[in-house]
Structures are given as C-alpha cells and as structure tokens.
C-alpha cells in the first residue's frame, strides 16, 4: 500500500459545526503532516506528528485541532470555522521527519467549505 | 532560510511538444534534495521526479528529466512529447535533512490540442 487515503473528499459545514477529518496510511511513515492549499497556492504547513506526538504547530488557531491515535492515523477536528478557513486540505507521510530522500506521499485532500 | 522562487506562474505547450518548467532555490545547506510534483484538477499533489544534490547525473523519468545546475542552485524540468494528461499545477520543492518540504508558488501548465 503506497496511498494516503483522507476523508471526506468534500465537507460543508457551519460554523458553529464540528467535523473531523480523517488520514490514514500503511506505509510504516514516521512522520505525518497536515496542509492548507487556496486555489492556485502552495500548500502552507498546519502540522507536523513526528513518531505519533506533535513536533510542529505552525502557530494555527485552536479551532484547528490535530490528533494521532497511532503511527498509521491522522485526525484533524475542527470547531467554530470561519469563512476564509475554507480550503483544500492535504495530508501528507514521510518516512520519517529528518530522512529527505523520498519526499512526502499526499493524499487526495479534503475539499473543506464553511458557510 | 531556504526560499525556492518558480518564476513562471503560467505555461502553455502544444501537445506532442517540450516545454521546460523553469525553478530556482536558495541554500546554504550541500545535502540536499529536490522534487518536482504535479497536482492536476484532480488534487493530489504528485511526486513527478526527484534529485539528489550530491548526484552530477540528472534524474529522469520516462518522459520527464531535469536539468539540475548545483552551482547556479537551477532545477528545471523539462516535460517531452507532452500529452494532454499533463496539464496541471507544477510545483518545485525542497528538502535538507532535518528540515520540511519547501515549495515554489507553482506553475500552471496548459496542453493545448
């Protein structure tokens, strides 16, 4: 298995929702990591779970909210959304967060609005 | 800090054709590596092809190859006979050991019939 599966691929939601998005990989990846994308824009770092424990928060608001129940699982709940967190976003898995060789495998994203 | 800078932000190419997708970084770092992925409508971000900085031979695959000038820290990808499956966002990266994915602003590449 060489995929990062995320879900849902869409999500609308209000604001004052709360949801969960899910990534999941079976690669043996050490390292784990969410991403925001806007239309026609890098990917900007959110997170970084280095061996199932937060090593970098990219200084995200709280209403983002990660988690890593196991080296192969990758949450992201969110809570009391606004409009401009409206987003693609990608999860990606490395083998680790020092090794570069390999770069890092993303899955599709979930395509996220607020209303 | 690592900065990596794709000064076009639009290509087009007709299908059959070369197109070169130009990137430059910049590094005080000498172990290093580089990645092009492509994120077509679809959304996933896919690792096209990757160099080592320590490696002198350009990587290559299939129909895309770089052209990778350490001195001049220049990495471009060059895409041949491209198809219509091609047309996407390309987005340059960097990596050193220790250190997260850096990327470019993208280019977005068009394949015209």
């Known amino acids: 298995d060489t995929e990062v599966t995320q879900t849902p691929k869409h999500l609308v939601m209000g604001m004052t929702n709360k949801k969960s998005l899910k990534c999941e990989q079976h690669?043996?990846?050490?390292?784990m990591y969410w991403y925001k994308q806007k239309a026609k824009k890098p990917p900007e770092l959110m997170f970084v779970?280095?061996?199932?424990?937060?090593?970098i928060n990219e200084s995200v608001p709280s209403r983002f909210s990660p988690e890593c129940p196991n080296s192969s699982l990758l949450n992201l709940h969110l809570h009391a959304l606004q409009p401009e967190d409206s987003a693609l976003y990608l999860c990606?898995?490395?083998?680790?967060?020092?090794?570069?060789?390999?770069?890092?495998?993303f899955g599709s994203g979930t395509r996220l609005t607020v209303v | 800090a690592q900065t990596v800078t794709q000064s076009q932000p639009e290509m087009s190419v007709q299908e059959a054709e070369t197109v070169t997708l130009s990137c430059t970084y910049d590094t005080s770092e000498s172990d290093y590596y580089l990645f092009w992925y492509k994120q077509p409508p679809s959304r996933q971000m896919i690792l096209v092809i990757r160099q080592e900085a320590y490696k002198q031979q350009n990587a290559t695959e299939n129909r895309f190859s770089v052209n990778f000038q350490k001195a001049a820290k220049s990495f471009s990808l060059k895409i041949s006979d491209s198809q219509l499956g091609d047309a996407a966002m390309y987005f340059c990266a960097y990596r050193a050991s220790g250190s997260r994915l850096t990327f470019g602003e993208g280019t977005q590449l068009t394949v015209n019939p």
């Open positions: 990606a898995s490395s083998q680790d967060v020092r090794g570069q060789n390999y770069g890092y495998t």
């Open positions: 779970y280095s061996y199932e424990k937060l090593s």
């Open positions: 690669m043996g990846h050490r390292a």
